[in-house]
């Protein structure tokens, strides 16, 4: 048998990320058709963002469409793109509205409430990051 050599451990700085609220949302309306239906039940300007959220690995380019309003700042991500999974926890959501600003849990309930009026919403969730433990949550908190 081999002699084996020391092994050296590397620790790898791992960035908290801060806890925040959002919903996840389920409907099986294209992104840009919930964007409209979002923006007339809640008064916003959903528009398409140039800027999608895009994830490399060494074989392709995962591509998430984003949906981005400037007052309320809201942000609708698509959660499926191209037959793969921003949170792959959440495989069964479609979409993710993450609220900008302060993470209030109040108001996004109160959000949430409205969202669920939306006949073509089948369901609405509230989410707590602190509680998915997904690397990719770290891609939703700077929008």
């Known amino acids: ?13 791992n960035e908290e990320t801060p806890a925040f609220w ?3 949302v389920v409907s099986s309306e294209p992104d840009y058709r919930l964007s409209v239906m979002m923006n007339r039940g809640l008064g916003t300007d959903l528009r398409k963002c140039r800027d999608d959220i895009t994830i490399s690995t060494k074989t392709e380019n995962k ?19 191209r037959g793969s999974i921003l949170i792959p926890k959440l495989k069964n ?8 600003g302060q993470h209030d849990r109040k108001k996004a ?6 969202i669920r009026k939306i006949p073509e919403v089948t369901a609405v969730f509230l989410l707590d990051s602190s509680e998915i433990g997904d690397r990719n949550l770290s891609l939703l908190v700077a929008l």
């Open 22 to 24: 959002f919903l996840g």
């Open 109 to 114: 309930e109160e959000l949430a409430g409205i």
């Open 93 to 100: 959501i479609d979409f993710l509205l993450i609220i900008s």
């Open 1 to 13: 048998m081999a002699a084996r050599g020391k092994i050296t451990r590397h620790t790898i700085a």
């Open 63 to 81: 591509v998430f469409t984003r949906f981005t309003s400037s007052n309320p700042a809201l942000t609708l991500v698509s959660n499926h793109g």
